[in-house]
């Protein structure tokens, strides 16, 4: 019993973690790799928010970000 116990709090504890590092780093939301300038468009429904974009190699990710 005492290990059922201790596996569940692990699991907790990890998954408490691992919310709190997807919460609080910036993940990008789009990826887009082409030859070239991609040509898309990327619009955020909230009122403040936009994307930004950061080149790696031939992709582009954009990362939501919002105004305060």
């Not at 609080?24 to 909230?46: E, L, M």
Request: proline share 4%.
């Amino acid at each position: 019993m005492r290990r059922l116990y201790v596996a569940a709090c692990a699991g907790i504890v990890l998954l408490l973690g691992l919310s709190l590092f997807v919460r609080y780093t910036h993940q990008p939301v789009a990826v887009v790799c082409d030859r070239g300038r991609p040509n898309v468009k990327v619009i955020s429904a909230n009122k403040h928010g936009y994307f930004e974009e950061h080149q790696i190699g031939p992709c582009v990710t954009y990362t939501h970000k919002v105004r305060h």
